[in-house]
């Protein structure tokens, strides 16, 4: 399957701004979609600020530079959604939220359209229960920073058909990522084997055991990783992080998911990492 029109919900934010700019790179249309237009606009200077960085590296030229800017459209209204082959949706991790967002977009786009989202650990399943179409809801979990990272995460509720398993794959291809296939059990595979490293790095700086440049080294020079876990920390957001920790310990009952004080004590200061300027380290 070939996607020509692709809508991101929540476009501006720190995922969803990294899917427009990845799959207009890919020369597909795409909408990105935010309630309010001017937080749209916002995200797009962001985008054509972070292309432009590129071109004055020498990595991008400034004819593709206008190419994927143009293909970027900016909009308010479900409305204008009708005609798209996918909707990817990056709103905030909440469960609510996601289910009203699918119950709209099932009402409004075409009967074929793919309706994916990016939550990192809320049940797909559930969310594809708000629809009329729980076949055509998958996963697709990005990771961040979306235009560095491979990979995509398809995730399949009980209801997700092979069809649209098929054609997500086919979607991975066509914007450059490689993608693995993983059950709807509570932060699938990736974030199940990611966050008791991260939690485990905040416990061990709560505890005073080591510096915060450490215990990123550490993981850095001792376990090759490419970034710290207290440096990914600040990356993901430390309240989008806290989200993800709680509904991991809430869903799976493991202590080693169980956020710690400290980190509910960065996020309540609103030192929520690199978006806020600080978290463990100060930008
Ligand atoms: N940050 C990460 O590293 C990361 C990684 C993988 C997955 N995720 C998941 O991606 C999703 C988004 O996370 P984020 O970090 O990009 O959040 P964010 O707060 O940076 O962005 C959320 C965006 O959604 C918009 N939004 C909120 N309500 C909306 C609505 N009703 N309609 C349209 N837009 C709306 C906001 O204006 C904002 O631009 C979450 O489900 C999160 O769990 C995040």
């Known amino acids: 399957m070939n996607f020509n029109k692709v809508a991101v919900i929540g476009g501006a934010g720190t995922m969803g701004i990294g899917i427009v700019q990845i799959v207009a790179q890919a020369g597909i249309e795409v909408l990105l979609f935010e309630t309010k237009l001017e937080v749209g606009e916002k995200g797009k200077a962001r985008l054509d600020k972070t ?61 074929e359209t793919i309706l994916a989202s990016n939550t990192s650990a809320l049940s797909v399943t559930e969310i594809a229960s708000a629809t009329k179409r729980p076949e055509k809801v998958i996963g697709l979990h990005f990771f961040n920073p979306v235009p560095v990272m491979k990979l995509v995460e398809l995730v399949m509720a009980l209801t997700t058909s092979e069809e649209t398993y098929q054609a997500s794959v086919d979607f991975c291809k066509q914007i450059g990522k490689e993608s693995i296939r993983a059950k709807d059990t509570t932060g699938f595979l990736v974030n199940y084997l990611q966050i008791p490293l991260l939690n485990g790095a905040v416990a061990a700086y709560e505890a005073g055991l080591a510096s915060a440049e450490d215990i990123d080294k550490a993981c850095v020079l001792g376990m090759n990783h490419p970034i710290g876990p207290l440096a990914l920390l600040d990356l993901i957001g430390l309240d989008t992080a806290l989200d993800v920790f709680n509904v991991m310990y809430e869903g799976t009952g493991e202590d080693r998911f169980w956020p710690r004080t400290l980190h509910k004590r960065l996020v309540q200061a609103g030192h929520l990492g690199r978006k806020t300027g600080q978290g463990f380290y100060k930008y």
């Open 51 to 111: 292309l432009q960085k590129l071109v004055e590296k020498g990595k991008l030229s400034a004819d593709k530079k206008q190419n994927i800017l143009d293909k970027v459209v900016l909009c308010d209204k479900y409305q204008e959604l009708a005609d798209v082959d996918l909707v990817i949706e990056a709103v905030y991790e909440n469960i609510q939220l996601k289910k009203d967002i699918f119950k709209q977009l099932d009402e409004i786009v075409k009967s």
